[in-house]
Each structure stands twice: as C-alpha cells, then as structure tokens.
Nanobody, 116 residues
Framework: QVHLVESGGGLVQSGGSLRLSCAAS????????MKWYRQAPGKDRELVAM????????EYGDSMRGRFTISRDNTKNTMWLQMSSLKPEDTAVYYC?????????WGQGTQVTVSA
C-alpha cells in the first residue's frame, strides 16, 4: 500500500527554522518528481518547492526562494524541506506529493505554525 507520511511540523517563532520530512512506503520515489505544497486557511494550495528525480533540479515558490531548501535521498525513500527565517505568513498545512504521470500520491499533511 502506498503511503507518504510527513513529519516535523510544529510551532516556531518568527525567524526560526523547521525541517520537514516526507517518508514514502509502498513504492520507490526514485522515478517520481517530489514536491512540497502548503495550504493556509482560506487560501488555495500553493507549490512550495519541487525536486526532480535523478538530476535533482529544484524549483521554489517566489516567497520561499532563499529561505527553504528541498532535498531527497532515494536510497532512504525520503524527502526533506529545510525551512529557515520563517515568517507568520508561512503558517499552513504542508503536504508532500510524489508525481509521475498518471500517478500522484499525497501525504496527510503536517501543520506549521509561525508565531510573530
């Protein structure tokens, strides 16, 4: 059975850091583009960062660039999101996804709350 499980969320003060993890089971992520999304209350889900398969090319949302770093280790079937210089507007539920046409798998999300 396919699972993506996020962890590492929590409450942090503005300017702080968190590291989110996304652990996959039931499939191998090495042929999947891995992504982090987030959704704040009352807002649409937005792309935070993505990392391609073997080349490891990365892309970030405009407001995350320079503060967040996405990484993956295919041998551990895991992806991470290192978040630094966190702001209250980063407060959201963060979701990981694994995408390879025609499949997209989602995790259940982890809450990140940044206090002012």
């Amino acid at each position: 059975q396919v699972h993506l499980v996020e962890s590492g969320g929590g409450l942090v003060q503005s300017g702080g850091s968190l590291r989110l993890s996304c652990a996959a089971s039931g499939f191998s992520i090495n042929t999947y583009t891995m992504k982090w999304y987030r959704q704040a209350p009352g807002k649409d889900r937005e792309l935070v960062a993505m990392i391609t398969t073997t080349s490891g090319l990365t892309e970030y949302g405009d407001s995350m660039r320079g503060r967040f770093t996405i990484s993956r280790d295919n041998t551990k079937n895991t992806m991470w999101l290192q978040m630094s210089s966190l702001k209250p507007e980063d407060t959201a539920v963060y979701y990981c996804s694994a995408e390879r046409e025609p499949f997209t798998y989602w995790g259940q999300g982890t809450q990140v709350t940044v206090s002012a």
